[in-house]
């Protein structure tokens, strides 16, 4: 028998419920078609919930009749792609992370000062593409320490350094450290760019895993938050899965595990998670305890103003 411990904070953050509230409301407010540049949250259930009420997702403008509604991703957007929306007379709605806004508006606070901007990202991810699209000339992106030698500056150059927000805590700590060791001077951000429910949700699987055999992350591959979680198994020594639904679990898995850590990604519905459960506990396992290693209270309000 197989003893399930269930890591907490877990599933959607604060950003998340909110964009997801957001399609949710002007779907009911205006008819559809209602088209999101790329995705709205990176989740398979999700886009596929929201694709069955005729949300387009698209990154493609040219494709998109004028006088629509677009809703821009909770991944930010590109100053450029916003532009080009407008000066298509599509009547927009933006669903941004705060989070991830206050780092597009860092990089524009630094570029105003002349900074070069030294950004930490995972290169395909959505959100990191329409950061560096503020300014292509002075945003130098690196993913490793490797990366990070390759960069040259002028002596008297100032620099800046920004990541995105849904990395892991702890290979970011170790990038930004050796950034720091090259560049001294280098100004980091008054408060850290990686989001508070990245960081929660890392340190409680970090807690679960402690007392567990095997690790499963409920979310989609494309998710950054989700990888990184599943990624916590390096150091912890056992083995993972990243699943979208319980039916990817091999028949095999829990064979010799007595204990089990499960949690969730950022943009992952807990519905998703009890279902893995369930599942499980019809193959020889039982729910042990849940790990609680922070109470999440954050909420962003919102206003459905189309502009």
């Known amino acids: 028998m197989t003893n399930i411990i269930l890591a907490s904070p877990r599933g959607y953050c604060a950003w998340v419920d909110r964009a997801i509230g957001m399609l949710d409301d002007i779907l009911q407010a205006h008819w559809a078609p209602i088209y999101v540049n790329h995705e709205i949250v990176h989740n398979k259930f999700i886009v596929s919930y929201f694709?069955?009420?005729?949300?387009?997702?698209?990154?493609?403008?040219?494709?998109?009749?004028?006088?629509?509604?677009?809703?821009?991703?909770?991944?930010?957007?590109?100053?450029?792609?916003?532009k080009a929306a407008k000066d298509k007379w599509l009547r927009t709605l933006d669903a941004s992370c705060p989070l991830v806004i206050k780092v597009h508006n860092e990089a524009k606070k630094f570029i105003k000062e002349w900074y070069k901007i030294i950004y930490i990202w995972k290169k395909t991810h959505q959100e990191a593409?329409?950061?560096?699209?503020?300014?292509?000339?002075?945003?130098?992106?690196?993913?490793?320490?490797?990366?990070?030698?390759?960069?040259?500056?002028?002596?008297?150059?100032?620099?800046?350094?920004?990541?995105q927000t849904t990395l892991s805590v702890d290979d970011t700590k170790d990038l930004i450290s050796y950034v720091q060791s090259l560049y001294p001077d280098i100004q980091l951000p008054w408060f850290s760019d990686i989001c508070y429910a990245t960081t929660n949700r890392q340190e409680a699987v970090k807690e679960a895993v402690k007392e567990a055999d095997a690790l499963i992350i409920v979310g989609s591959k494309n998710s950054s938050n989700s990888t990184k979680l599943c990624l916590i198994w390096e150091r912890a020594d056992i083995p993972s899965l990243l699943i979208d639904t319980p039916e990817e679990i091999p028949d095999d898995f829990l064979h010799g595990i007595k204990n089990l850590a499960i949690s969730s990604g950022a943009s992952v519905p807990d519905s998703l998670v009890q279902n893995v459960i369930t599942f499980l506990e019809a193959k020889w396992a039982k729910f042990l305890k849940e790990i609680i290693t922070k109470e999440e209270k954050m909420i962003f309000p919102y206003k459905l103003d189309l502009s």
């Open 129 to 163: 593409i329409w950061v560096a699209d503020n300014d292509l000339d002075n945003i130098f992106i690196v993913w490793n320490k490797q990366e990070a030698d390759e960069l040259v500056f002028q002596p008297w150059q100032k620099l800046a350094l920004l990541n």
């Open 51 to 82: 694709e069955r009420k005729w949300v387009i997702f698209s990154d493609d403008l040219d494709a998109i009749p004028s006088g629509n509604i677009m809703v821009f991703s909770a991944h930010g957007v590109a100053p450029s792609f916003v």
